[in-house]
C-alpha cells in the first residue's frame, strides 16, 4: 500500500532510512563494529571479485569496484550481464562471482551465474527476494532485505545494494587485513551513520523539488562524478530518463573534454555530483569547464563542499557530511528525489514508465 504517498517510488524512498538500516542487520555488527560475512565467500583465499548485475545494480556493483579495490586490495571486475554471458569471459576457479539483482530472475543475470557455476567458481546472489532464483542456485544467498519493491525504477533496493556491498568490503578488508582495526571501526561507524544521514537528506525534499520544476523544462541533462561518484552519476541520469523521459547522459567528469562537452549549449543543465573528497577540486574544474560554456549547474554536494564551491553554480542541493566511504549511498537520495520530482512535474506516470518492467525475465 501507498500509504499517504503519491506514488510507490515515493514511499521506497522515504523508507530508506529503515531499509538500509536492516540491510545493515544482516552484516554488520553495531556493537563490536565490524562486519561479518558468510564463511563460505572466502575473501581470505580468492584473488578476484566478478560481479554482474544489469540497470541499477550494475551501478551498485561499480561502486563496489571502488570500494573493493581500495579496501580490501582485491580486484574486481564488473560487467553488464548480457554483455558477459556472450563474450566468452576468462574466468579462474579463485574468483568469487557475485550476482546483484534486486528481483533475483533478471534473465541475463541468472544465465551469468549458471556460466560461472558450470565453470567450477564459487558463487553468492545479493538479492531482495530470497526465494528467486538466484538465490536457489547460487553456493551463498546475500539478502539485502529491503522489502518488496514496487516502482518500476528501482530506489531503495539500491541503497541496500551498496550499503549490503559496503558491508561485504569492510568483512573483505578483515579477512584479508588489508585494514587497521582502527579504520575498520571508522568506517563501519560511518556505514552505521547512514540511515540517520539519509533521513537528513529527505529534508531537503522541497528544495530539491523547486530545482526539478526548472529541469522538468528541459530536453536533455547530464550527469557527471569521479571516483565511487561515477557510477552515482550514471544512476542518476537512468533514473532521470526512464521516469521523466528527459535524455540525460551520466559521464566519468574527466571524460567530458574526450566528446561529450561538445554537446554543452547555454542552458544545458549539468549535475555535478561532487561531495568534498580527495577528488573534489578535479572535479569542480570540471565544473567550471561547462559552466563557462554556459552549462546550467546544478551542484550535489556536501557542507563542506558547498562552503567552497556555492558561487560556482546557478541551483546547489547540500547533503550532510558524511565520510567519503558512504557517501555514494548519501548521494543517492539526491539523484531519486530530482528523478522524482522531475516526472512529476512533466506528468509522467512515475510508477510505470512507458516500455519498462520490474523484472526482466526475457534476454
Ligand atoms: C532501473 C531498474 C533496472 C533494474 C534492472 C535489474 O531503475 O530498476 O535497471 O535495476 O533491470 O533488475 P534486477 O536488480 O531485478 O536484476
Excluded at 40 to 49: H, M, N, Q, T, V
Excluded at 185 to 208: V, Y
Aim: proline share 4%; glycine share 6%; charged share 20%.
Amino acid at each position: 500500500e501507498k500509504g499517504n504517498y503519491r506514488h510507490f517510488m515515493l514511499k521506497e524512498i522515504y523508507e530508506q532510512p529503515e531499509t538500509v538500516g536492516r540491510t545493515m542487520t544482516n552484516y554488520v555488527d553495531e556493537f563490536r563494529l565490524s562486519a561479518d560475512a558468510p564463511e563460505g565467500l572466502g575473501f581470505a583465499k580468492i584473488d578476484r571479485i566478478i560481479i554482474i548485475a544489469c540497470g541499477t545494480a550494475y551501478y551498485a556493483a561499480m561502486v563496489a569496484k571502488y570500494w573493493f579495490e581500495q579496501i580490501a586490495d582485491i580486484a574486481v571486475d564488473i560487467d553488464v550481464a548480457s554483455e558477459f554471458r556472450y563474450r566468452s569471459p576468462v574466468v579462474s576457479q579463485d574468483s568469487l562471482f557475485i550476482a546483484v539483482s534486486q528481483s533475483g530472475e533478471t534473465a541475463d543475470t541468472l544465465a551469468a551465474l549458471r556460466y560461472c557455476k558450470d565453470k567450477g567458481l564459487r558463487t553468492a546472489a545479493l538479492v531482495n527476494v530470497m526465494t528467486s532464483t538466484m538465490a536457489r542456485e547460487a553456493d551463498i544467498a546475500l539478502p539485502i532485505n529491503a522489502g518488496p519493491e514496487i516502482g518500476v525504477a528501482s530506489t531503495k533496493a539500491f541503497t541496500s545494494q551498496l550499503t549490503a556491498l559496503a558491508s561485504l568490503t569492510l568483512a573483505a578488508g578483515r579477512a584479508r587485513k588489508t585494514i587497521s582495526r582502527d579504520a575498520e571501526i571508522r568506517l563501519t561507524r560511518a556505514l552505521t551513520q547512514t540511515p540517520r544521514l539519509i533521513k537528513e537528506a529527505l529534508l531537503l525534499d522541497e528544495s530539491i523539488e523547486a530545482i526539478a520544476s526548472d529541469l522538468s523544462g528541459k530536453s536533455s541533462a547530464f550527469y557527471l562524478g569521479r571516483g565511487a561518484q561515477t557510477p552515482i552519476a550514471l544512476e542518476g541520469a537512468l533514473k532521470l530518463k526512464e521516469i521523466s523521459y528527459i535524455h540525460a547522459e551520466g559521464y566519468a567528469a574527466g571524460e567530458l573534454k574526450h566528446g561529450p562537452i561538445a554537446l554543452i549549449e547555454d542552458g544545458t543543465p549539468v549535475i555535478v555530483i561532487a561531495p568534498y573528497d580527495t577528488l573534489f577540486e578535479k572535479t569542480v574544474s570540471n565544473l567550471q569547464e561547462v559552466a563557462s560554456r554556459g552549462a546550467f549547474i546544478i551542484l550535489v554536494t556536501d557542507e563542506t563542499g558547498a562552503a567552497s564551491a556555492k558561487d560556482m553554480a546557478d541551483e546547489i542541493i547540500v547533503l550532510p557530511n558524511s565520510d567519503s566511504f558512504v557517501a555514494p549511498i548519501v548521494m543517492s537520495i539526491a539523484i531519486q528525489l530530482l528523478a522524482y520530482h522531475t516526472a512529476v512535474a512533466r506528468g509522467t506516470d512515475v510508477d510505470q514508465p512507458r516500455n519498462l518492467a520490474k523484472s526482466v525475465t526475457v534476454e
